[in-house]
């Protein structure tokens, strides 16, 4: 094993993400959206939506399998509507009290999720040869801000060496022409600068960043992608401004919404929508 993990903590999930004073990628794409909606999660808390509870199924699947098959049961359906069901229900939660229940279909899907990654040449490579949810901590020179990031595979070479950022990601449709739009859509590109750049500056050298896209339903098609130069820039001026963002809102106690001054604007449709209306007209 190479030295270089050794910068790299190894955490649970909730310790990673107890301080609420350190930013992640995801806080940072919550800036950008409104610094009002990062404050009212960071206050509040984020509400797990049921995508959101199947991504982490799905990560604990693939990176984490032994605490997968440990944490996870199947939920059977009991008819709560009777008496003999209630208590069925209550008697299972009691003996499965601490484990994650989760439904037959949704534990069919994320191995089947995980089948697609072993039966892909260069996935399966990652994934046995990869360091798995290491997490890192730094402090950003320009603005102060704590940052952290936690990366789902750090793959190593024959001499263990770091060379690549793997990260998972569930998706309704993996070709290429329709990831990519979901890259700028959810901010994976702010996340693929962002994580590639510490580790880069961390080992003193360049560490690409792939992302492995896999359908969450049947048959599970799968696709990697490298983050081009053009992604990367991009997601890096975004997390940059973000990071300026947050120090400002912070330093001032302000967390504006869509209009941080207050004030109206003029809006127009988009020229797609006012030349299809023209068009049909003609």
Known sequence: MSDEISMFLDMPASEYHADKNVVGHSGLVSMLTTPKSYHYELTN?????????FGTLFHLCVLEPDLF?????????????TKEGKASNAA???????????????????EGMLDSINEHVECAMYLANSYKEKSYFWVDE????????RCDMLVFDENGRIVKICDLKKTLNASKPKFRREIGDRGYDLQAAFYSDAVSRLLGRR?????IAVEATAPYNIAI????????????HKYRNAL?????????????SYQPYGESEKIEIT???????????E
């Open 45 to 53: 808390g984020r509400v797990a939506t049921p995508a959101m509870e």
């Open 69 to 81: 098959k440990s944490q996870t049961v199947v939920k059977p359906n009991f008819d709560l509507r």
């Open 92 to 110: 299972w939660e009691s003996e499965n009290k601490g484990k994650m229940a989760i439904a037959e279909a949704d534990k069919e899907a994320v």
């Open 142 to 149: 320009d603005t102060g801000v704590q940052c952290r990031i």
């Open 207 to 211: 560490i690409p960043f792939f992302f």
């Open 225 to 236: 992608y490298e983050a081009g130069d053009i992604t990367l820039e991009t997601g890096r």
């Open 244 to 256: 300026q963002l947050l120090e400002w809102c912070r330093k001032n106690d302000r967390w504006p």
């Open 271 to 281: 020229e797609w929508q006012s030349r299809s209306v023209f068009e049909y007209e």
